[in-house]
């Protein structure tokens, strides 16, 4: 079969378009064709050798396409099927766990369904979990017009909160108010101490960063005492270790890193949190926006796009034809 595989870590041009065997499904797998291949920041930290797997590999993780074959028989040739977490998706077939499936009803648009759950369940777990947001609270997310970024803002807002966004150009100030933002800001210097005074001084309830290094201190300034920040990613670059004593200093605040691993990992978590997506985007009340579609041989232009901060909402790898 056709991948992209990763022989070395570095820059885009490690994504080389290869044959390979195709993969084999243990008893709790099943094989899956591959339709389309979500691509999410994640695989950018793979790719770089942030997180290590064993080379060479097939990166990606998400995506969606119909079952090939179920070793336990259970689940039609043919099915429609959506994932977030099967590594080596960016190839024309791929093993998924059978715990990690959703099925999708075959009129659903394809490209939304394989983009749909790693950064919906993750801006699910932020809202529903890590801090449940509701009528009155603020919350503050970092590159609002991202993937996860439209929509958090989208769930936040339809919680009843108040949301602040940072963003990094006019275009994609616009999108940010359009998913419901009501102040949104530019990553100038002070920004954090800018949204605090905002909000009378008081600071926000919750802030969702998910681009790290560059804006980690200025979301403590903008956090309230006894508030919460959610440090959900990296994409400026990992913080650096800090002094716990610096959550006293900023009045007794919560850090947590948390990850969609662990918050699908309790009993019926993943399907909860991956139904309550599909239902919100089939209702019309969660609007995915794919922003750019590449062919699979294309991976590495869709990852010099992303890493280069010229592309919104979610992105996704033409796989094989429906
Ligand atoms: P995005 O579509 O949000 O892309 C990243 C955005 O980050 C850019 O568009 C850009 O927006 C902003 N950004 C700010 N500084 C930089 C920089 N120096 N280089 C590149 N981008 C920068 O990606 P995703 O929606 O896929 O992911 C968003 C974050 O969520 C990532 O950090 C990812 O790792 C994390 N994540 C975490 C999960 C978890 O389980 N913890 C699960 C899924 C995602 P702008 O130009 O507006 O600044």
Redesign the pocket.
Known sequence: MHAIQIAESGGPEVLRYTEVPAPLPTEEEVLVDVTVAGV???DT?YREGIYSAEKPFIPGFEGTGRVVYDPQGQIAEGTLVAWHHAFGSYAEQVCVSRNGLVAVPDDFPTEIAASML??GM?AHFLSHGVYELGEGDTCLI????????QLLTQMASSLGATVYT????DE?EKISYACGAEHVFR?REGWGEQVRRLTGGRGIDVVYD???Q??FFESLEAVRARGTVAL??????PVEPIDPQLLNKHGSIFLTR????A?TAQEGEFQMRAQAVVQAIMDGDLKLNVSASYPLEEAAQAHRD????S????IVLRVTPD
């Not at 948390?258 to 691993?261: A, I, Q």
């Open positions: 999410n920041y994640i930290y790693l950064q993750t970092t590159a609002g017009a991202g993937g996860v970024g940072i963003v990094s150009s994609k990553y998910g681009v790290g560059s804006t959900f990613g990296a994409a400026s670059g948390p990850s969609l691993g918050w992303l890493q280069s901060r592309t919104t909402g979610s």
